[in-house]
């Protein structure tokens, strides 16, 4: 069978995603970028409305253009959907939530069932090749989540805090890197609560750091919570470690901090990252802020952006709060009108991109580290540098993949992007 895959929301689906592909390859089926297949599996995200809104416009798109492809859904979204049996959606075939290492059987039984149905002889799968190593890839260290914001939906969806054992990840990790892989994202869904036979996270890293041929690693979001002085002095000293940290915040008000339930002061966060920026100078710190909380008033959204400003982040992603059936947050007094959202979302992102043209204007004439690995034209590669901005990069002279030095010469229009050109 032909598969193709969607993929919505955090870096734990594009693992799982992986994981997934691998699967379907080593039974014998194909999967597909485009969407000429026989069965699409959607993995989707719940976090916030505008998610799930996200995978029911695609599912409309995708039956209309082939009415007879099987349509899966699994992931959080998923997961709503089981537990809401009122909800149904007419266009999905097959309904999974997190269990969705069950999904290549699901899909073949269905497959079957309509053969049988239809009476056509059924098609062999022929075996293909592993897909081909790639430089860079996904660990997965840890899944669910034991804190409680009180607007997040995850841990009533993936559960509390589970972690891989220390053996499995660095098994994995040595196989990725024999096939290949130099760069290594350690990721979960809060992956500073990693605890399991003695390791903490910073072991994990150490574990990554001690394999030769890994040239980089990067981590998926951490918890301020979780960053304590320990993990901010070893962090420091892994050298292939990314120079950047995503750390959400959430917002810079303590008052909705504090009804958040995010157990942390705004100062308490300042002075983690001070530390971080102590010890690894020049490292991006990027963050999440949620615009519009209940009750947010505009006395707390202005001392909001005024701490956001102090923070100095290289990037700011900005979400208007989402009402999330089943969290604390859901039944707040005096919800935010969306046109309120809207325009403070407006607001932020002025900062937010001040901020980003500060950061990245540093690099302007600088030899920056950058892995390139896409072409994007025949004389244009894109990657990624080291503190994690991507980069444009002219070659006339062919093939450029792998690690080089860059000198950056430009910032694109929407400061998003780096120019410049290899030095060696
Ligand atoms: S730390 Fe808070 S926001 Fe993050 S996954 Fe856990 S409960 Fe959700």
Redesign the pocket.
């Given at each position: 069978m032909k598969i193709s895959f969607y993929t919505f929301g955090c870096l734990v689906n594009s693992y799982e995603t992986q994981k997934l592909k691998e699967i379907f390859i080593k039974h014998g089926d194909e999967v597909v970028e485009n969407i000429d297949s026989d069965a699409v599996i959607i993995n989707s995200c719940a976090v916030t409305g505008s998610a799930e809104k996200h995978v029911q416009e695609l599912i409309t798109r995708l039956k209309k253009k082939n009415f007879s492809r099987i349509i899966a859904v699994i992931g959080c979204y998923g997961e709503i959907l089981k537990k809401n049996e009122k909800t149904f959606l007419p266009d999905v075939d097959i309904l999974l939530g997190n269990d969705k290492f069950g999904i290549y059987e699901k899909i073949h039984a269905y497959a079957r069932g309509r053969r049988q149905e239809s009476g056509r002889a059924s098609r062999l799968s022929q075996p293909t090749e592993l897909p081909h190593s790639s430089l860079s890839g996904f660990v997965q260290i840890q899944n669910g989540?034991d804190?409680?914001?009180s607007f997040?939906i995850?841990?009533h969806l993936r559960g509390n805090s589970v972690s891989r054992p220390p053996q499995e990840i660095r098994k994995e990790l040595q196989d990725m890197a024999a096939q290949g892989c130099r760069e290594i994202a350690l990721v979960g869904?809060?992956i500073g609560l990693y605890r399991k036979d003695g390791y903490d996270l910073s072991n994990i890293l150490q574990m990554a750091d001690e394999i030769q041929s890994i040239e980089r690693i990067r981590l998926s979001s951490l918890?301020p919570m979780d960053v304590n002085s320990n993990f901010v002095e070893e962090f420091s000293k892994i050298e292939k470690l990314v120079s950047h940290l995503h750390i959400?915040l959430q917002s810079g008000s303590e008052r909705i901090l504090k009804q958040m339930n995010r157990n942390y002061r705004f100062e308490d966060y300042l002075y983690t990252i001070t530390k971080i920026r102590d010890k690894m100078p020049g490292i991006a710190i990027t963050t999440d802020i949620i615009v519009g909380f209940p009750g947010e008033t505009e006395k707390d959204f202005q001392e909001s952006m005024r701490n956001i400003i102090r923070c100095e982040f290289s990037d700011i992603h900005i979400f208007k709060y989402s009402m999330r059936k089943g969290t604390p947050a859901a039944l707040m007094d005096n919800q935010i009108t969306e046109h309120q959202k809207t325009s403070r979302a407006a607001l932020l992102k002025g900062i937010k991109w001040q901020t980003k043209y500060n950061y990245n204007y540093n690099f302007l004439g600088q030899i920056e580290e950058a892995s390139l690995f896409k072409p994007i034209e025949e004389t244009c590669w894109e990657g990624i540098t080291k503190h994690n901005i991507p980069v444009l990069v002219q070659n006339e002279n062919g093939c450029l993949n792998g690690k080089f030095n860059v000198k950056i010469t430009g910032i694109s229009a929407g400061h998003e992007v780096l120019t410049g050109e290899v030095v060696s």
């Amino acid at each position: 069978m032909k598969i193709s895959f969607y993929t919505f929301g955090c870096l734990v689906n594009s693992y799982e995603t992986q994981k997934l592909k691998e699967i379907f390859i080593k039974h014998g089926d194909e999967v597909v970028e485009n969407i000429d297949s026989d069965a699409v599996i959607i993995n989707s995200c719940a976090v916030t409305g505008s998610a799930e809104k996200h995978v029911q416009e695609l599912i409309t798109r995708l039956k209309k253009k082939n009415f007879s492809r099987i349509i899966a859904v699994i992931g959080c979204y998923g997961e709503i959907l089981k537990k809401n049996e009122k909800t149904f959606l007419p266009d999905v075939d097959i309904l999974l939530g997190n269990d969705k290492f069950g999904i290549y059987e699901k899909i073949h039984a269905y497959a079957r069932g309509r053969r049988q149905e239809s009476g056509r002889a059924s098609r062999l799968s022929q075996p293909t090749e592993l897909p081909h190593s790639s430089l860079s890839g996904f660990v997965q260290i840890q899944n669910g989540c034991d804190n409680r914001c009180s607007f997040c939906i995850v841990p009533h969806l993936r559960g509390n805090s589970v972690s891989r054992p220390p053996q499995e990840i660095r098994k994995e990790l040595q196989d990725m890197a024999a096939q290949g892989c130099r760069e290594i994202a350690l990721v979960g869904l809060n992956i500073g609560l990693y605890r399991k036979d003695g390791y903490d996270l910073s072991n994990i890293l150490q574990m990554a750091d001690e394999i030769q041929s890994i040239e980089r690693i990067r981590l998926s979001s951490l918890e301020p919570m979780d960053v304590n002085s320990n993990f901010v002095e070893e962090f420091s000293k892994i050298e292939k470690l990314v120079s950047h940290l995503h750390i959400p915040l959430q917002s810079g008000s303590e008052r909705i901090l504090k009804q958040m339930n995010r157990n942390y002061r705004f100062e308490d966060y300042l002075y983690t990252i001070t530390k971080i920026r102590d010890k690894m100078p020049g490292i991006a710190i990027t963050t999440d802020i949620i615009v519009g909380f209940p009750g947010e008033t505009e006395k707390d959204f202005q001392e909001s952006m005024r701490n956001i400003i102090r923070c100095e982040f290289s990037d700011i992603h900005i979400f208007k709060y989402s009402m999330r059936k089943g969290t604390p947050a859901a039944l707040m007094d005096n919800q935010i009108t969306e046109h309120q959202k809207t325009s403070r979302a407006a607001l932020l992102k002025g900062i937010k991109w001040q901020t980003k043209y500060n950061y990245n204007y540093n690099f302007l004439g600088q030899i920056e580290e950058a892995s390139l690995f896409k072409p994007i034209e025949e004389t244009c590669w894109e990657g990624i540098t080291k503190h994690n901005i991507p980069v444009l990069v002219q070659n006339e002279n062919g093939c450029l993949n792998g690690k080089f030095n860059v000198k950056i010469t430009g910032i694109s229009a929407g400061h998003e992007v780096l120019t410049g050109e290899v030095v060696s």
